[in-house]
């Protein structure tokens, strides 16, 4: 088959034409088959459309029997025409016939015809047609022709998503992998349950406009975005010294290294040339790479398309003035968050009035996005693999983060089910409710005081809402985090003031700013480095650098005038840091009672116990605190050598293990004899069995996230301390890797709801 001559931008251009007529899509699609037959002489020219139930419908030929339209039907996988939407790749056959997948259609009377040539129609990755030009002599295409029949495609994929056919694909929901249900498991990050609508957290963005007016104007477009584009990822770079990881400096290598290779420019400008607008050249060169992204099994490589696929899509979104992600735009109502991952910020710009819950593919348990959606009271669940690429924004889906099951595309029949579980969700939630105003007292007269976890002003109305005795840690840095940059001394006063206020006397425990490791502030620039868990990060940066927390120690003296002031430490690892900080305080004391100002009626200063080394000096700090809490979060990470936010190493180690007990019991014992109030604040006093635990070993009091308190407070109230302490204390001395089945059984024998 020789070309015409008229080329890929004559073609461009009567399309255009077409594309601007006022047709019905049927219409279109039959003058669009005729001009590539003509403009590329081949006999035949065929345009398959997906369809409901994976079939790809003949919607319109130039060259096969007419009768045949809307009646040849392949099923995705049948066929030339169903491998190509399959594989979502190019077939080019000398001898059609030949092939094995081959399938022979009678009433196309397609058997005259040797060579086949068939591209997958795709739409932001996925298939939604194919498109085929066959001829009689037994001949292989060129590149050239190749390359024109997949820029057809291209605009033939934006008649097809726009005109009538929209709904029809819509409701298939676009290709295979996008038509089927899915059940995916993860972790719960945040309980509860909610149905709605994919929202990506960074949409793809397709291009509308792909056709060029003036294909000099659309080069300086091209141009102009590929340099901003570096001029980003320049910016990213420089902006990211503080904290960079090895891991983290490899990321942003191969971001700068996508931004600058020639071989993805060439293929865009070369496209350009072709004549499509600057999105339409990104688009079409970025539909390739993400169809054989799909197709790629290779975990690494994958993740290197994606990083493609997201400098194509940073491309798109300048060119189209598009934003960066879905909290920016407007959230429909019922939205499921989906990504592979975000910070804590990101999830706070969101509108909580819509947003139903949050799916990430990475974030673990421990992390601080999940802290936050925890503190939302938002359903997340994480560790989720592969999800981003099955769902499209719309897509009904369905989270389970009481068992951390996601349901993608329900059936009816599921989501029938799960109508009846939010029911009795709900119901369950009312029992809850119903506790609240009820104490903490177990069967055998033991109170137990149940906190909540804070750290923003949406977290207040919890407090009441869940009957908790209080808030037992505060995390102060969540405030920091959102900000663009450090809070003034009043800006702090006010908020601690709003919270004490709200508290409404139940006793509130601030900790001091916790930043450094993973909670990084994005003004405050500091080295890099190697283990940041482990680094320049709490209490250790407030004695280093004590004017901010000299700061924050000011604005919480002067928002507690006339009240019990309570401050804790984060990371102490020996007495003398919890003596120079409490140092620091009585200065900061000192300085506003020279000034006249209101002064605390008491304060009450504690450390946390979540290094381990401080374990060891109980004895000398325990007599000079006013109250101590575990920070089981870190202690666990640091007792088993074991990153907390590191997704290969989440689940290896139990919480319920005779070592961390045992530790846990070590402390409490002394607390005991120093007659030291002991809180734990961790994330096991949120999970009813770990919980009941911590109480068998003679913990008194717990803070945990609000929607934790009910099903915490139930268990408590069926709970028989005395019997219990008797139970657990002999497995602390077991060699296992957890006693989690004993304790299981202990409640279950005993009707303890866990
Ligand atoms: C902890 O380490 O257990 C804790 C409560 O603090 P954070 O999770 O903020 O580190
Ligand atoms: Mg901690």
């Known amino acids: ?250 990321v942003l290598e191969t971001i700068r290294m996508f931004a600058y290779d020639r071989g993805w420019m060439r293929r865009m400008r070369e496209a350009v040339e072709t004549g499509l607008t600057a999105e339409g050249a990104v688009e079409r060169v970025q539909s390739d790479v993400r169809a054989r992204m799909q197709r790629q099994a290779d975990p690494y490589l994958r993740e290197r398309m994606h990083d493609l696929d997201d400098m194509a899509n940073r491309l798109l979104r300048l060119l189209t003035d598009q934003t960066e992600t879905a909290a920016h735009g407007d959230l429909p109502r019922d939205s499921i968050i989906v990504a592979h991952n975000m910070g804590p910020a990101e999830l706070l710009d969101y509108d909580r009035s819509k947003l139903r819950a949050v799916l990430l593919e990475e974030a673990a348990g421990t992390s601080h996005v999940a802290i936050v959606a925890r503190a939302l009271g938002v359903p997340a669940i994480g560790q989720i693999p592969g999800l981003v690429d099955l769902v499209d924004t719309g897509d009904p889906i369905i989270v389970d983060a009481s068992n951390g099951e996601v349901h993608v595309r329900p059936s009816a029949h599921i989501e029938d089910a799960y109508a009846e579980k939010v029911r009795l969700y709900a119901r369950r939630q009312a029992k809850y409710a119903k506790l609240r105003d009820k104490p903490a007292v177990t069967r055998d007269g033991e109170k137990i005081s149940l906190n909540i976890n804070a750290g923003l002003l949406v977290d207040l109305p919890h407090l009441a809402d869940s009957g908790a005795d209080g808030i037992g840690l505060y995390r102060t840095e969540l405030q920091f985090m959102v900000l663009q940059s450090f809070p003034r001394q009043g800006e702090q006063t006010r908020h601690y003031r709003t919270i004490l206020e709200a508290a409404k006397g139940r006793p509130v425990v601030f900790r001091s700013l916790d930043i450094g490791s993973d909670k990084m502030l994005p003004y405050f620039h500091t080295q890099r480095e190697e283990n940041p868990a482990m680094g320049w990060r709490a209490l250790r940066i407030a004695l280093d650098r004590p004017a901010l927390f000299r700061l924050q120690m000011r604005a919480l003296l002067d928002a507690a005038g006339g009240k019990v002031l309570r401050v804790m430490f984060p990371m102490v690892a020996e007495v003398e840091e919890f003596l120079r900080a409490r140092q620091l305080v009585e200065k900061e004391r000192a300085f506003l009672a020279a000034r006249g100002h209101g002064l605390p009626k008491q304060i009450k200063l504690g450390a946390m116990i979540e290094v381990p080394s401080i374990v060891w000096q109980l004895d000398q700090l325990l007599p000079m605190v006013d109250f101590v809490s575990i920070g089981s979060n870190d202690l666990l990470q640091f007792l088993y050598a074991s990153d907390r936010g590191h997704p290969r190493l989440f689940g290896r180690y139990d919480a319920l293990s005779p070592a961390v007990l045992s530790v846990i019991r070590q402390i409490v014992d002394k607390a005991e004899t120093h007659d030291v109030a002991l809180n734990l604040c961790g994330e096991m006093a949120g999970n009813p069995i770990e919980a009941m635990a911590l109480i068998g070993l003679g913990v008194k009091s717990i803070s945990m996230a609000p929607a934790a308190v009910g099903p915490v407070k139930s268990m408590v109230l069926a709970l028989n301390k005395a019997m219990l302490s008797e139970f657990i204390m002999p497995l602390l001395s077991r060699p296992d890797h957890s006693i989690r089945g004993d304790l299981e059984q202990f409640a279950k024998t005993n009707a303890i709801p866990i």
């Open 1 to 250: 088959m020789a070309t015409s001559g008229l080329g890929p931008r004559v073609l461009l251009k009567r399309l255009r034409e077409v594309m601007a007529g006022p047709e019905a899509t049927q219409i279109r699609l039959d003058k669009i088959a005729k001009l590539i037959a003509a403009n590329m002489v081949a006999e035949v020219c065929s345009v398959y459309v997906l369809r409901e139930g994976g079939w790809l419908e003949l919607y319109a030929t130039e060259g096969l029997r007419a009768e045949a339209v809307h009646l040849s039907k392949l099923k995705t996988g049948e066929g030339l025409v169903g491998t190509i939407a399959k594989e979502a790749t190019l077939l080019n056959l000398s001898a059609a016939r030949e092939h094995p997948a081959f399938k022979y259609l009678p009433e196309t009377g397609e058997e005259i015809y040797n060579s086949f040539l068939g591209v997958p129609i795709l739409r932001a990755g996925h298939t939604i047609g194919v498109l085929v030009v066959q001829n009689r002599t037994s001949r292989h295409y060129s590149e050239e022709e190749e390359e024109a029949l997949q820029t057809t495609a291209m605009v033939l994929a934006e008649v097809i998503a726009s005109g009538e056919l929209a709904e029809v694909t819509r409701d298939v929901g676009v290709d295979v992998a996008h038509v089927k249900s899915h059940q995916l498991t993860g972790d719960v990050l945040a309980e509860g349950i909610a149905l709605g609508h994919v929202v990506l957290h960074e949409p793809r963005v397709v291009a509308g406009n792909l056709i060029a007016e003036s294909i000099p104007d659309e080069q300086v477009r091209l141009e102009e975005a590929i340099d901003q584009l570096r001029e980003q990822v320049e910016t990213l770079i420089a902006r990211t010294e503080f904290g960079r990881s090895g891991e983290h400096d490899e």
